[in-house]
């Protein structure tokens, strides 16, 4: 199987060695997005809402270039620093996913890449 590396112009550049996502197949595994503003470089402000959504415009960006949406998402993993901010996360997440929603995992986590407060992956089939 081949894999192959993509690469959202309209995502932020990876702060490591990553690819934003990884086509193998029909399936796209989309590395953990948190909410950096693609301009900036850096992470909006507003608490867990406004980086919520910005983490899930980004994954948005990655799916699009892969030729796929949130729609297509059959498996989300969400690791926030404070599992407090569950129910917040989920009021923004839900104006994200179509019905039925993915599959998803909800993890609290000790620290997140340039102290972010949520880190949001997904798993989706290519539209």
Do not use: W
Request: with cysteine; glycine share 10%; aromatic share 6%.
């Amino acid at each position: 199987m081949t894999r192959q590396a993509i690469t959202a112009t309209g995502g932020p550049r990876p702060v490591g060695p990553y690819s934003h996502a990884i086509a193998a197949g029909d399936l796209i595994f989309c590395s953990g997005m948190v909410g950096l503003d693609p301009a900036t470089g850096t992470l909006v402000e507003g608490g867990i809402a406004a980086q919520a959504e910005q983490a899930l415009r980004n994954v948005a960006a990655v799916l699009d270039a892969a030729g796929s949406s949130f729609g297509e998402v059959v498996k989300c993993q969400v690791f926030l620093t404070d599992i407090s901010d569950f129910a917040a996360l989920n009021a923004v997440y839900a104006t994200f996913m179509p019905d039925p929603p993915p599959a998803r995992s909800t993890f609290a986590v000790a620290a997140l890449p340039l102290g972010a407060l949520v880190e949001i992956e997904a798993i989706a089939r290519r539209a």
